[in-house]
Structure formats: structure tokens, C-alpha cells
């Protein structure tokens, strides 16, 4: 029998535990995606999965925005939703952990995105579990990017719909002035896990993300070559905000994987989703550790 003192402490290590990112989880949440299908924005499915992540969410008791707008695509105008999930914090400081959960339309292929556009999403919905079991200093939102895919040919104009909307909206009300950093994953659940270190990217914190994953052990996941890459980062990066992608580019045997009918649940795996998930979760401890400065570029607008 338990006596008071013993109680607790066995409820403080369940909490604990609970407030871990779990792997197995987040790759649950990206099978029950992946299982609607090809995702393709303003489609049937992907309005199930909004409503699915929405559900999720509003089960964890997240206070839940959905934000609506109408992405201007070469196929004409189409109604797209990012979904963010808030919070709050005690600082008027924010940061943000974003990631897309459309997939690339295919005709003739059935692309379902496991790990490109399926994996950020079930990640997100994991890390919302792990936020809401802690009080935070700063303010936290996870974003879900509806129309991050080209719906033709990538271009400025033709991809990243929902981040290109959500920056511009978040500069004009004012939002992307609180912001002390922003962690965007894309294509985090590939089993040979090899992160590449963008150099669009914030370079403070990128170097900050790099000195975590080293210290929990992930340093050769996360690799000394680079590259530059356009994702959901960059609308943030040329207003002004320090941004990080999180991505690995080198899906399967000379990333043959990548946009094909090859991209399926069977080739992501929990381990990598764990690994992303640890670092991102420090990354955040070290960020509202040093008052929202570290990782912070204080030459930038």
C-alpha cells in the first residue's frame, strides 16, 4: 500500500513519463493520416484529416484555431486551412513548431506521403500531447501548413501557400514580432534519419538544434553537410524571423523514395521520429532557459 509521499512520487514519474515524446506514438498519428490517402489540398481527404487533427486536438483539451484562406494555384483559387494549436505562455515571448500535412496532387501515382507530409503531421500531434502536460514560460504554437506542395511547378508563387499566408497575416497583426524562433520539420520519419544542415536557415539557431542533438547522442543524424532548402521556413526567414528546417532529403536509395508511390509507412520508423522529437523538445527547454536568446540572430530586423 502506498503511503502520501509515495503517491506522489509515483504521480510525478507518470507525469514525467507522460510528458516524454514518445516515437511509437507519433508514428501511430502518421499511419492513422497516411490511411486517408493521397492528400492533395481542397480534396475530400484532406478535409478528413483537418478534421481528424482537429478532433486529436480538441481531445487533448488544445485550444485549436483553424486558420482559412484561399490559396491563389494555378488551377484556380482553393480553399486551404492551417490549423494551430496554442499554448499559452507567461513571457509575451512565442515560439513556433510547424510543419505541412498536405501532400503533393499525382495523377496516376497514389502518393500518400508517409514520410513528406505524414510524418510532420503525426509529429506535431505528439508533441502536442508532450506540451500539454507542462506550464510554459513562453508561449508555444504548433502549426499544421495546408498547400506547403506545388500544385504545378515549384516557384515563389506556386508552394508554401500556408506559410506564405500565415507570415504575412502574423506580420500584420503583429504576432511575428514575438516570435523568438521557429522549428519547422518536414521529412523527419525516414528510417536511415539524415538531417541536413540548411544553410537558409537562422544560423544561431541552427547551431543551437546541432549543440542539442550532440549532447543527446543524435550528432550523426544530424549531418555537417549542407545545403540550402526551400520549405515552410523560408516566408518566416525573409520577415525577419530566426527559423530552422528540420529535413532530411535523402529518402531511400538516391532519394528514389521521395514523390513516388514508394513513400509509404513501412519506410519511416518511431526511432527517427523519437530522435526529432528529443531534440526539438530540449531545443525548447534551452530556449525558454536563456529568456528566448539563444539561438536568437540579433542582426536580423
Same mark, same amino acid.
Given at each position: 500500500?502506498?503511503?502520501? +509521499?509515495?503517491?506522489?512520487?509515483? =504521480? ?8 516524454? !515524446?514518445? @516515437?511509437? /506514438? $507519433?508514428? *501511430? ?99 502536442? +500531447?508532450?506540451?500539454?502536460?507542462? =506550464? ?8 499544421? !501548413?495546408? @498547400?506547403? /506542395? $506545388?500544385? *504545378? ?149
Amino acid at each position: 500500500m502506498y503511503g502520501k +509521499k509515495a503517491v506522489f512520487t509515483l =504521480a510525478i514519474a507518470v507525469m514525467a513519463r507522460a510528458a516524454d !515524446f514518445n @516515437g511509437a /506514438e $507519433a508514428l *501511430a498519428f502518421t499511419r492513422r493520416l497516411v490511411a486517408f490517402g493521397p492528400r492533395p489540398s481542397g480534396s475530400d481527404a484532406i478535409h478528413k484529416t483537418q478534421a481528424y487533427i482537429i478532433a486529436e486536438l480538441k481531445a487533448m483539451g488544445c485550444q485549436v484555431i483553424q486558420d482559412d484562406f484561399t490559396g491563389s494555384t494555378p488551377l484556380g483559387p482553393t480553399a486551404m486551412k492551417n490549423i494551430i494549436a496554442r499554448f499559452p505562455g507567461k513571457s509575451g515571448r512565442m515560439v513556433a513548431i510547424t510543419g505541412h500535412y498536405d501532400t503533393k496532387s499525382m495523377p496516376g501515382t497514389y502518393f500518400v506521403g508517409a514520410n513528406d507530409g505524414g510524418s510532420s503531421a503525426g509529429f506535431l500531434l505528439e508533441m502536442a +500531447k508532450v506540451l500539454t502536460h507542462a =506550464a510554459h514560460q513562453d508561449e508555444i504554437v504548433l502549426v499544421w !501548413f495546408d @498547400g506547403e /506542395e $506545388a500544385v *504545378a511547378q515549384w516557384s515563389d508563387y506556386d508552394s508554401l501557400y500556408g506559410s506564405r499566408h500565415l507570415a504575412e497575416k502574423w506580420a500584420a497583426d503583429g504576432t511575428l514580432a514575438r516570435i523568438t524562433a521557429l522549428i519547422n520539420v518536414d521529412m523527419i520519419g525516414d528510417r536511415d534519419l539524415d538531417i541536413l544542415k540548411d544553410m537558409n536557415s537562422s544560423e544561431p539557431l541552427r547551431e543551437l538544434v546541432w549543440r542539442v542533438a550532440d549532447r543527446l547522442g543524435y550528432g550523426k543524424h544530424f549531418l555537417r553537410y549542407e545545403g540550402s532548402v526551400e520549405d515552410d521556413h523560408i516566408p518566416f526567414l525573409r520577415r525577419g524571423v530566426n527559423a530552422v528546417d528540420l529535413i532530411d532529403l535523402d529518402y531511400g536509395p538516391h532519394n528514389s523514395f521521395w514523390h513516388t508511390d514508394q513513400d509509404t509507412v513501412d519506410k519511416i520508423s518511431a526511432e527517427s521520429l523519437q530522435i526529432v522529437g528529443r531534440v526539438v523538445v530540449e531545443t525548447l527547454k534551452e530556449l525558454e532557459r536563456d529568456d528566448g536568446t539563444a539561438g536568437r540572430d540579433h542582426h536580423r530586423g
